[in-house]
């Protein structure tokens, strides 16, 4: 829904009021999560949704295309330093282990972000080689668009810095060509602090904080727990028999020219410490390792470079990483996929009923219904009401914080015929459990309501579903006269007010 938010926004162009257009769109399709993260990957989809329409495949193959772009850009670095070989199954290797191809199939940020700092560290390279402006100019230029993907690649920038003081080309990091670099990349991380600041304070503080620990989702930061955790993480997704050979490039001593073998450790030295002092949840660990999997690739595909004058010896590591790389391959086509589907056959039948109020919608994937119906809807004529947004405050996870709106059944038939609601469609069994979301569904069985759908819900791989959805229509419904939704957003001090037309 980012994409189509954004290609949507250049369609209207609101320059007068961009903020309030945000906010009302956000009140009639509530299914944009932008106050938590940030533009870069959405314009990209937006591009392909021009180009192609808004479709569950085209954000897929946006994805897709920063995966090939991070695939080709690595190879070109790590042939340049070690050869097409080592390059090439250095490439191959990363690509192929499951957990990459677990986020590279879902419509994630990890995959463009891992992509973009690749892209990042090749023209920080080209730079260090030739210091013009204009090179300056390329490497901020990306630094600052990896940065707009998602916020986590500013945890990496200082192992370019590192890598910039370590190389004997260090001189370039002070001559004024780099200027126009720093200054792109300062009002970057600017941009992304002000953004986590005004939209994003509560769930930066659960993520970076202590928040988790004091709920024991995380553990304090000078345990050893805290500190094994993700190599624990790296165990299960890089694999044992990937990492002992990562291990043995990390520990072959130099004994080539390998001028660009200092980024790497100082990639995973920066990786490593960064997400454990910072990123200390167990449960997205695994996630995280994905940001240190290039650079272990390399490690891993390094001693073809180092044994050149071995054959034999080459050969047989060169057997080995292919006998693991075809394992993982296996691995990953035999993946589980994870989807869920049912929730396009709802958008559907809800836009065949013509309904003239908004729809209430109470479940886990309010998302995926609602990028169905914005598709579905030329016109942009209907209205979500979300249960998480208007029956309680949820901001992403209850963890970080839950503000009820509701104490009665009696309340939630109030704010039903408040907003004209006609059709009321629900998952269940309801797996955000939420008290709210069990006394809606419990007012559904009353006679002013009737059960006019029952769709199935079919999922796979590790995604969490419902068995069905359930579309009620309320018997007393009448169009409100008062046209204003008020969506309370507590977590950012503030609340929406969006004035629909009166037709819908």
């Not at 533009?39 to 897709?64: K, R």
Request: charged letters at 15%.
């Amino acid at each position: 829904m980012g994409g189509v938010f954004i290609l949507d926004f250049i369609r209207d162009l609101p320059l007068s009021d961009p903020l309030g257009y945000a906010m009302r769109y956000f009140a009639q399709y509530p299914a944009l999560a932008l106050n938590w993260y940030l533009p870069g990957f959405y314009a990209a989809e937006a591009a392909l949704f021009g180009l192609f329409g808004a479709s569950e495949a085209a954000a897929h193959w946006t994805v897709i295309a920063f995966c090939a772009l991070g695939a080709s850009v690595w190879f070109a670095w790590t042939r340049e330093g070690w050869g097409p070989l080592p390059a090439l199954v250095a490439t191959a290797s990363f690509l192929a282990v499951p957990e990459w191809n677990f986020w590279a199939r879902s419509v994630m940020l990890e995959a463009p972000a891992i992509a973009m700092f690749v892209l990042s560290v090749w023209c920080f390279e080209r730079y260090l080689d030739r210091p013009t402006f204009t090179r300056a100019l390329v490497a901020g230029l990306v630094i600052a668009l990896a940065l707009s993907i998602k916020q986590t690649v500013a945890l990496l920038l200082p192992a370019l810095f590192v890598y910039g003081l370590w190389t004997p080309r260090r001189s370039a990091l002070l001559r004024v060509q780099a200027l126009p670099a720093y200054l792109l990349v300062i009002v970057a991380l600017a941009v992304v602090a002000l953004h986590a600041i005004k939209f994003g304070s509560l769930g930066l503080a659960a993520t970076v904080g202590d928040n988790r620990v004091d709920v024991g989702q995380s553990a304090g930061r000078l345990s050893l727990e805290r500190w094994m955790m993700y190599p624990h993480a790296l165990v299960k997704t890089w694999g044992w028999p990937l990492l002992v050979l990562s291990a043995v490039g990390i520990t072959w001593p130099s004994r080539k020219s390998e001028a660009r073998l200092p980024l790497l450790y100082a990639w995973l030295g920066c990786w490593y410490l960064a997400m454990t002092l910072l990123l200390g949840s167990a449960g997205n660990a695994p996630r995280y390792t994905l940001y240190a999997f290039p650079a272990l690739a390399m490690f891993a595909a390094r001693p073809l470079f180092l044994l050149q004058d071995r054959p034999a010896l080459r050969n047989a590591m060169l057997a080995a990483l292919l006998i693991v790389l075809g394992f993982n391959v296996w691995r990953s086509l035999n993946q589980a996929v994870p989807y869920v589907n049912g929730y396009r056959e709802a958008a559907e039948f809800i836009q065949q009923s013509e309904t003239q109020g908004p729809v209430l919608f109470a479940g886990k994937h309010d998302g995926n219904f609602i990028f169905h119906l914005r598709r579905l809807d030329d016109r942009r004529n209907d209205v979500v009401l979300r249960a998480d947004k208007v029956l309680v405050s949820l901001a992403v996870h209850k963890y970080f914080g839950m503000e009820s709106h509701v104490s009665s059944l009696d309340d939630i038939q109030s704010l039903i015929d408040r907003y004209g609601v006609e059709f009321i469609a629900v998952e269940q069994p309801d797996i955000v459990r939420v008290k709210e979301f069990g006394m809606l569904h419990e007012l559904l069985q009353r006679p002013e309501f009737e059960r006019v759908a029952v769709l199935p819900v079919t999922s796979g791989g590790r995604a969490e579903a419902p068995d069905r959805i359930e579309i009620y229509r309320y018997r007393n419904y009448k169009p409100s006269l008062d046209t204003t939704i008020v969506i309370p957003l507590p977590h950012m001090g503030t609340e929406i007010r969006f004035e629909r037309d009166a037709r819908r």
